[in-house]
T-cell receptor, first 117, second 111 residues
C-alpha cells in the first residue's frame, strides 16, 4: 500500500495477556517511530528505529514494552502482561529521513487501539 | 526541543478563514516550526513547516512572527473536513522525529 499500515486496528486483551502490534512502514523509509496516545491527549513518543537499529527507546514506559524491527522494514510493538493503564492508541510513523532531518515529514498510520479489561 | 502553547479549542464557520495561533517564546534559532493535524480516528498528518519566512502549500499557510516567538496556521477556507486537532511542534537540529505534540487545538467547523 501507499501509506503506513497498522494491524490490528482494534485489540481487546484481558489483563495479564501479551499483545503484539504490527506496523508496515512506507516502502524504503529508513526511520520508524512508535507513539502512544491516551484518549483526549496528544501522541507521546515511545521509540525510534533507523533501519533495524533501535536508536532511542527512552519513551517506553516499562520493561513490559518491547519493540523490534529485525529486517529494517516491518516493526512489532509487544506489550507483555498487559495492564489497564496500557489501554491507549498506538501509532506508528515512518520517515525517509535519518537523524538530523529536522524537516523530514512523518507519515502516520491509523493506529491500533488497545483496550485492556 | 522548546515547548509550544496553543488554545485548547477554536470554532469556525464553513468557508471562512481560520487562524490557529501558537506561542513558542523559548524557540531557538535552529528550531523549525511544524504543524500536524489529526482527524477523528486517524493518525496525525503533516500540514506544513517553516523556519523564518512565511510558507504556503496546498493545505495551508504558515505565518511566522518576525521574532519567531509565535506563529499562525492559516486555513484559507475551512471545510467540514478540516475539523481536527491541530498540533504546533518545534523540531530542533538533530531531531530525528521524536515529536512533542502537546494538547493541540481542537478546531470545530460549523456548517
Amino acid at each position: 500500500g501507499a501509506g503506513v499500515s497498522q494491524s490490528p486496528r482494534y485489540k481487546v486483551a484481558k489483563r495479564g495477556q501479551d499483545v503484539a502490534l504490527r506496523c508496515d512502514p512506507i516502502s524504503g523509509h529508513v526511520s520508524l517511530f512508535w507513539y502512544q496516545q491516551a484518549l483526549g491527549q496528544g501522541p507521546e513518543f515511545l521509540t525510534y528505529f533507523q533501519n533495524e537499529a533501535q536508536l532511542d527507546k527512552s519513551g517506553l514506559p516499562s520493561d513490559r514494552f518491547f519493540a523490534e524491527r529485525p529486517e529494517g522494514s516491518v516493526s512489532t510493538l509487544k506489550i507483555q502482561r498487559t495492564q489497564q493503564e496500557d489501554s491507549a492508541g498506538y501509532l506508528c510513523a515512518s520517515s525517509s529521513r535519518t537523524s538530523g532531518g529536522t524537516t523530514g515529514e512523518l507519515f502516520f498510520g491509523e493506529g491500533s487501539r488497545l483496550t485492556v479489561l | 526541543d522548546a515547548k509550544t502553547t496553543q488554545p485548547n479549542s477554536m470554532e469556525s464557520n464553513e468557508e471562512e478563514p481560520v487562524h490557529l495561533p501558537c506561542n513558542h517564546s523559548t524557540i531557538s534559532g535552529t528550531d523549525y516550526i511544524h504543524w500536524y493535524r489529526q482527524l477523528p480516528s486517524q493518525g496525525p498528518e503533516y500540514v506544513i513547516h517553516g523556519l523564518t519566512s512565511n510558507v504556503n502549500n496546498r493545505m495551508a499557510s504558515l505565518a511566522i512572527a518576525e521574532d519567531r516567538k509565535s506563529s499562525t496556521l492559516i486555513l484559507h477556507r475551512a471545510t467540514l473536513r478540516d475539523a481536527a486537532v491541530y498540533y504546533c511542534i518545534l523540531r530542533g537540529l538533530g531531531n530525528t522525529g521524536k515529536l512533542i505534540f502537546g494538547q493541540g487545538t481542537t478546531l470545530q467547523v460549523k456548517p
